[in-house]
């Protein structure tokens, strides 16, 4: 039984932190980003494991479409491969027109070869007639799926179906179409780094869009798989300057082997409540806009390495919100051969296999997040301060804040008037001792059920301009 490891959600009380495309050289940003991925290439092998099944909804389960399909994707992988080792010497040796012309060939037969895996952009989960008059109880619901790297058509169709199944209600999926491994990578590689705003974006973004404005609409929840963690990064990053945040509050997030490299999510307010007796400012912490956010990884999935838990783990003053579930020394990336298996199980046997284990709290983590959110905030307040501002005297207001943003033994930054909570937070205490079904929204959906406002903890607190952010309310 895998052990299952814990990220609380990043509080970051005073917004400090910011995603790393607001801050860094796109193409800089891209190389690091591809040399990361090249190292992560060392876990390739442990996306199809483990490979036996006898799930006829399983991804690598040998029915005629997934053969056909996988025997499809292994071509490209291998055609693909092969014509990236010769593009660095087809570009040194090949004439400009017919390197352009070559290119353009390669393209064309990579798209004829795909072809029996596309259908319909959009298309709408199966249920049986019990199960569809059970879920008119759902009517002011919409649950919208992005699938991720080499799903097809038929694919994408069994994990709508599925999860219909898990959670007892109609699934639309938007079908994230495939072009290969490696197409698909490259194609991650330029949303995160250059925000490349693609069809699946545009289709996923407008869709979400319309159910969130939608007056009948009570809930909109989107799932989405690997390269469908970007895209659901990507819409909410729109949705945030398009929709007011009453209509956003509806939305609910879940991940699974996200690829994405940040998830936004801001405060609804930033409202200072008054004045501490050192002068500090006392800040209210608010809800986030998007209620709850949660990733589910596998340890060994190359793609979680590479998205959810790189960009957690060793880009600590990044933005990545959201509570985060890795079950450790797991494998395999398929939905739902290696995630929605093992982890919602229908099989009322093995259902309490994940939901029901302790969580192993990652605090090493977490107070990393949190150290580098509160230095974020010390480089902020002197930034944002009267400190080089230069009178007609030639003075200068000196506020004395720290340059280099270091805590005191009081916890505070220096000079700047804001204190600190200690990072093992309300959501570190609150997590220990916890099971996984404990501390899981999205669990109380399965079998057609809604989770209870009653079950659900706040983190709602006051932390002190003058304090240690306590992160950021709900998730």
Not at 237 to 244: I, N, Q, S, T, V
Not at 301 to 310: E, K
Request: net charge neutral.
């Amino acid at each position: 039984m895998a052990q299952i490891s814990f990220i609380p959600a990043e509080m970051d009380g005073l917004a400090s932190t910011t995603t790393e495309a607001a801050r860094e050289n796109p193409f800089r940003l891209l190389m690091r980003d591809a040399g990361v991925l090249i190292k992560m290439l060392l876990y390739l092998p442990w996306i199809i494991l483990p490979f036996r099944t006898s799930d006829s909804s399983a991804e690598l389960y040998m029915s005629m479409p997934n053969t056909r399909d996988n025997l499809i994707q292994s071509w490209l992988f291998l055609m693909e491969t092969v014509l990236l080792l010769l593009a660095v010497p087809a570009t040194l040796v090949l004439p400009g027109a017919i390197l352009i012309a070559a290119v353009a060939l390669c393209w064309i037969v990579i798209r004829v070869i795909c072809l029996p895996t596309q259908g319909p952009r959009i298309l709408h989960s199966t249920m049986d007639q019990e199960a569809v008059m059970a879920a008119k109880q759902h009517e002011d619901e919409r649950w919208i799926f992005v699938n991720g790297c080499i799903t097809g058509h038929v694919g994408l169709q069994n994990n709508c179906n599925r999860l219909a199944r898990t959670f007892g209600r109609p699934v639309i999926g938007i079908h994230n179409q495939s072009f290969g491994l490696i197409v698909d990578l490259m194609e991650c590689l330029l949303q995160r780094c250059l925000s490349y705003n693609t069809m699946d974006c545009r289709v996923a973004y407008d869709y979400v869009k319309a159910c969130l404005a939608d007056p009948t609409v009570s809930k909109v929840v989107l799932i989405g798989h690997s390269q469908g963690g970007i895209i659901a990064s990507m819409v909410l990053d729109k949705l945030f300057g398009d929709l007011p945040m009453d209509s956003i509050s509806k939305l609910e997030v879940y991940t699974f082997g996200s690829a994405a490299s940040h998830f936004n999510n801001p405060m609804r307010t930033l409202r200072p409540t008054g004045a501490a007796a050192n002068k500090g400012v006392r800040f209210e912490v608010s809800e986030r806009c998007v209620p709850h956010i949660e990733h589910y990884c596998n340890e060994r999935d190359m793609i979680t390495r590479w998205g959810v838990l790189y960009n957690t783990r060793e880009i600590l003053d990044n933005r990545y919100c959201g509570e985060i579930f890795v079950r450790m020394g797991a494998s395999g990336h398929m939905f739902n051969q290696h995630y929605l298996n093992p982890m919602f199980s229908l099989d009322k046997t093995h259902a309490c296999d994940f939901l029901d284990q302790v969580v192993d709290v990652d605090e090493k983590t977490a107070s990393r997040r949190e150290s580098i959110a509160t230095q974020q905030t010390g480089i902020m307040r002197r930034e944002s301060s009267l400190e080089n501002f230069e009178f007609g005297d030639g003075s200068k207001m000196p506020l004395g804040v720290g340059v280099s943003g270091q805590r005191q033994s009081n916890g505070a930054v220096d000079g700047s008037g804001i204190h600190f909570v200690e990072p093992t937070s309300l959501g570190v205490t609150q997590a220990r001792g916890k099971t996984v079904r404990q501390l899981s929204r999205l669990w109380r959906y399965t079998g057609g059920g809604s989770p209870s406002t009653l079950q659900v903890e706040s983190l709602n607190g006051i932390i002190d301009a003058t304090t240690p952010l306590v992160s950021g309310a709900k998730r």
